[in-house]
């Protein structure tokens, strides 16, 4: 392995840079918004709100894309971070926000599966915490998740 200068290292993260939009948005992560963690939880968690906010509630096709759509955001940002706290947060957001919509997604097998996958991650995202931030953790998603199915 070759050491790179500074100038050669600054070269090659702008070509990276310059061909993916996650590439960007991971280094945007990197270099912005990794320091304050909390804040760039915020910032998704408005992002996923403002996403279901727009939820078709008449059609349960439209508003099927719109809560992938939303989740989508969800899972780029928590693969950004790496961070099982971060996962936890913004997926409890997601799983709220979705519990709080008109739409009764109880009906439909499809948007249930999708609710009971998040809960698996959240609950695998918790074995990975030291055992007092699970035991916190999981009284916030007793709190949180109304259906909540152990």
């Given at each position: 392995m070759r050491k790179l200068s500074p100038a050669q290292m600054e070269a090659l993260v702008l070509q990276?840079?310059?061909?993916?939009?996650a590439n960007k948005a991971l280094l945007h992560y990197l270099l912005f918004e990794?320091?304050?963690e909390a804040a760039y939880i915020e910032?998704?968690?408005?992002s996923i709100s403002e996403t279901l906010e727009m939820t078709?509630?008449?059609?349960v096709y439209l508003a099927k894309k719109t809560i992938r759509k939303a989740l989508r955001i969800a899972d780029n940002h928590i693969r950004y971070s790496g961070k099982?706290?971060?996962?936890?947060?913004?997926?409890?957001?997601?799983?709220?926000?979705?519990?709080?919509?008109?739409?009764q997604y109880e009906k439909y097998p499809i948007?249930?599966?999708?609710y009971q996958r998040q809960i698996k991650k959240i609950e695998q995202a918790i074995q990975k915490?030291?055992?007092?931030?699970?035991?916190?953790?999981q009284q916030q998603l007793l709190k949180t998740l109304k259906h909540y199915k152990t």
């Open positions: 990276l840079a310059k061909f993916k939009t990794s320091e304050d910032k998704v968690n408005q078709n509630q008449t059609q099982a706290e971060t996962c936890i947060e913004i997926l409890l957001h997601f799983c709220s926000c979705l519990e709080q919509l008109p739409l948007l249930v599966n999708l915490l030291h055992e007092d931030l699970q035991y916190d953790y």
